[in-house]
């Protein structure tokens, strides 16, 4: 028996290479996700649009893309914000953001602040970390117990309360 109600996609990625804010994408590449050649065009709503259909999909979450290191995270948040939603667009898809807070950062509550009030769609938030090749560096419990560090999941935990929210219609 197959399943045919609706779908919530829960992590998609959008971007514009014209912006200049995916470095990830047009140069050097993440060496942990191999060669991303295949990834280097735009994809927004249209695209998005066009994969779900047929699909059953009815919402969607954006997880942030890697936005430029280099720059405030919350400019991602405010550029979804400004995307034009595509004729045929189910309301529900890109209806809610997992935006980017560099938790180890100074400045790390103000920046989730901002996130928040960039958009009410901001419903959670992360960090990504890169993992290691080596091994003898890797975030495993036996290299974390002699030296702690932030890729360590026992190093640090956070939680963050926020009321809840209702998204734009």
Request: glycine share 8%; net charge positive.
């Amino acid at each position: 028996m197959s399943y045919s109600g609706p779908i919530i996609d829960a992590h998609h990625h959008l971007w514009d290479l014209s912006l200049g804010r995916h470095p990830w994408i047009t140069g050097a590449g993440v060496a942990a996700l191999g060669d991303v050649a295949y990834l280097r065009r735009d994809y927004g709503l249209a695209e998005l649009r066009s994969d779900m259909e047929g699909q059953g999909v009815v919402g969607s979450v954006h997880v942030e893309a890697l936005w430029d290191r280099a720059r405030d995270p919350v400019e991602e948040t405010r550029w979804l914000e400004g995307l034009a939603r595509p004729v045929g667009l189910p309301p529900g898809i890109a209806a809610r953001y997992v935006a980017s807070v560099p938790l180890g950062r100074p400045g790390a509550a103000e920046i989730l602040s901002r996130q928040l009030a960039a958009s009410p769609r901001v419903v959670g938030l992360r960090e990504t970390v890169r993992w290691r090749t080596s091994p003898a560096s890797s975030a495993s419990p036996a290299n974390c117990s002699s030296t702690p560090s932030r890729m360590c999941p026992t190093s640090r935990s956070a939680s963050i309360s926020t009321p809840p929210r209702t998204a734009r219609s």
